[in-house]
């Protein structure tokens, strides 16, 4: 069996979105330290393992208050539809378990890097619809999307049935899509544009370029600012897909681009530049004694004099804002070094000079 069927369930919130997607992602540091992340969380639910990583203690603490729990909890778990309209179709769900009183089957994901503005409901929807011919149909069902970037929690309480039917309805969308059956819309632009493989060619992304180009001055420019925000948005992630692409073919082709002429001419010629080095501070203590009362040599070449003046130095709060630390790095360093230690101490410990602050708020589209 491969490892992800061609109808499975990780595909569902992009095609809820729009059902022409194709996934065209590659696997790189953020998918590899993604998948890390889960197999703590594992080891953490099953017993037996301490993650120093705060996102999956955070996810794994919320699992246990709801119940998720050895021996219930089932983690990793490949689930297969044996028959029905879903017959062939498996998945992996990262956490599932029951509980009593009311009894529920409660299915949970952890994203990882998700900050919590992404509909990932869908594909648990299609874990929840791949266990309906396990237990009755009516059955109700906890969904719980754990965000693990903005620690934000989506939950849906619903059925096996109704996660039946849903799942059913969109993958009838995807098959006449896939199909080139006319059934609703056209592609739309949508937050998985930008790992779709048909951006290059896809309708939606298509036209926005052809309303920059053409229309500029006259359509674009009579666009409400929301409206031009669309058109970007499409441009934006074409343009990123596209350089993606370039930087690839230029790293296989030694760190160069070209396009040439049915010479042979060297036309356009992109290379792989590395930018210059940021310096790095010898000695913070050191920094931190200095420039409470600074002093400095006032060179006068022509004289050949120098004198030491002072002048004015930077209070404790001042270099404090001007310096990062990150509690995981220091976590992490922590706990490299005392490997005897309780990392639960340890964190707790880190705890004692961080004070909690609110993110940035980020820009959107909702509607």
């Not at 998948?35 to 099953?46: I, N, V, W, Y």
């Not at 790095?329 to 707790?348: E, F, H, M, Q, Y």
Request: proline share 5%.
């Amino acid at each position: 069996m491969s490892k992800h069927h061609e109808l499975s369930p990780s595909k569902y919130p992009a095609w809820a979105v729009c059902p022409y997607f194709e996934n065209g992602y590659r696997d790189n540091a953020d998918a590899s330290k993604g998948t890390r992340l889960h197999e703590e969380l594992r080891g953490m639910l099953e017993g037996g393992y301490e993650s120093a990583e705060p996102a999956v203690r955070w996810a794994a603490d919320i699992v246990q208050s709801l119940g998720g729990v050895p021996p219930y909890v089932r983690c990793e778990e490949r689930l297969l539809a044996i028959g029905g309209q879903l017959k062939g179709i498996f998945g992996t769900a990262d956490v599932i378990w029951k509980t009593d009183n009311p009894t529920m089957i409660h299915v949970a994901d952890f994203k990882s890097f998700s900050d919590g503005t992404t509909d990932y409901m869908p594909q648990l929807r299609g874990y929840a619809a791949l266990i309906c011919h396990e237990e009755k149909p009516s059955l109700p069902v906890k969904l719980h999307v754990l965000h693990g970037g903005g620690r934000v929690v989506t939950e849906e309480q619903t059925t096996l049935e109704d996660c039946f039917q849903k799942t059913v309805m969109l993958l009838d969308r995807r098959v006449a899509a896939i199909k080139g059956k006319v059934f609703e819309a056209n592609p739309r632009l949508n937050h998985w544009c930008k790992f779709c493989a048909k951006i290059k060619e896809c309708s939606a992304t298509n036209n926005a370029l052809q309303v920059v180009a053409d229309n500029a001055p006259d359509k674009f420019g009579r666009m409400s600012l929301c409206q031009k925000l669309v058109v970007l948005d499409a441009v934006d992630k074409l343009s990123k897909s596209l350089r993606e692409e370039a930087k690839r073919l230029a790293n296989d082709n030694g760190g160069v681009l070209e396009h040439r002429d049915a010479d042979g001419n060297v036309l356009i010629r992109y290379e792989m530049k590395p930018f210059a080095d940021t310096p790095k501070v010898r000695d913070l203590c050191e920094v931190a004694a200095a420039v409470k009362e600074p002093v400095y040599l006032k060179i006068n070449e022509k004289k050949q004099t120098a004198t030491e003046l002072k002048w004015n130095g930077l209070e404790r709060s001042e270099l404090l804002a001007m310096c990062s630390l990150s509690k995981s790095a220091l976590t992490n360093a922590l706990v490299g070094k005392n490997p005897d230690a309780s990392k639960a101490d340890i964190k707790r410990y880190v705890d004692g000079f961080f004070e909690k602050t609110e993110g940035a708020p980020h820009f959107v589209r909702t509607i």
